[in-house]
């Protein structure tokens, strides 16, 4: 599949946390190639609990020949490690970061302190201040809202300033609704927005999982297709089917309409990627 001039297609990946882990990643990551992806993701925990991981699997990625981009968390982390990781990517020739306040890490009460950071915009100024523009860099969007956000435009204004705070583009959490993403992109332009506001995509592959995860980060599964979902119970082939024919159909809705690109959120295994991505035509 070949997209319009200009659509890029990028791919996440997170730390694997063993060697069989890590076995699963370098199989995931060797069927994904042929995508071509612009740039390869790859996540950082909570409180920076995968950051070691974040920066191996990161040279890893680089040595494979990806452009590799770290998530960057700015929640329990004071400046000056936020500094010292930055001069490790800038020294392993890392040219983009997806900046983020990140989750918190389980037992913190709080946000912030005297040398830490509490949003990401603070971040991404950061960035700015101590990189200059050797770094490009992507934020979070959420086209459904931010589940700690206190309404919609509050939340389109915490969004306006990460960009105007220096960011170059930005990804969404994923949706299963392109109207909500055409709607968020159009209020964020008419507040002056204009970097490329790419969709963050969702493969599905299995219920508990899917609703597990839009339950904790305020994305919102059309109760259509929870009911289908719910109806297949344990048949894995039926759940991947369904999920490939719908999330296939709603990527192509979105690139005719000439979205800067796709984000895929892979979760370290291929074949949903790969079946969405084949079923796509220009």
Request: contains cysteine; glycine residues 8%.
């Amino acid at each position: 599949m070949t997209t319009h001039a200009g659509q890029a297609l990028s791919l996440e990946f997170f730390p694997p946390r063993d060697e069989a882990a890590q076995g699963r990643l370098h199989d995931t990551v060797a069927a994904l190639r042929s995508i071509n992806p612009a740039y390869v993701s790859v996540t950082f925990g909570a409180g920076g609990t995968t950051r070691d991981g974040t920066l191996e699997t990161v040279r890893q990625l680089t040595d494979l020949g990806f452009d590799a981009a770290p998530h960057l968390s700015c929640i329990g982390s004071t400046r000056a490690e936020l500094c010292n990781l930055l001069d490790q990517y800038k020294a392993q020739g890392v040219r983009r970061i997806v900046a983020l306040r990140g989750d918190m890490p389980s037992g913190m009460g709080s946000v912030g302190g005297t040398d830490m950071l509490s949003y990401a915009h603070e971040l991404v100024s950061l960035i700015r201040e101590h990189s200059g523009d050797w770094f490009h860099i992507e934020v979070g969007a959420y086209p459904e809202m931010h589940p700690q956000a206190s309404g919609p435009q509050r939340d389109l204004q915490h969004f306006v300033e990460k960009v105007n705070a220096g960011a170059n583009s930005a990804i969404t959490q994923y949706f299963f609704n392109a109207d909500a993403y055409f709607d968020f992109v159009d209020r964020a332009q008419m507040m002056g927005v204009s970097i490329p506001i790419v969709p963050g995509i969702m493969p599905i592959t299995n219920h508990t999982q899917l609703m597990r995860f839009s339950e904790m980060c305020g994305a919102e599964v059309p109760r259509w297709i929870r009911l289908r979902l719910a109806e297949m119970g344990d048949d894995k082939e039926s759940i991947r089917s369904f999920g490939t024919d719908v999330v296939t159909e709603m990527c192509q809705t979105l690139l005719e309409n000439q979205v800067p690109g796709l984000h895929f959120y892979t979760l370290n295994n291929a074949p949903a990627t790969l079946a969405i991505w084949k079923g796509l035509h220009p």
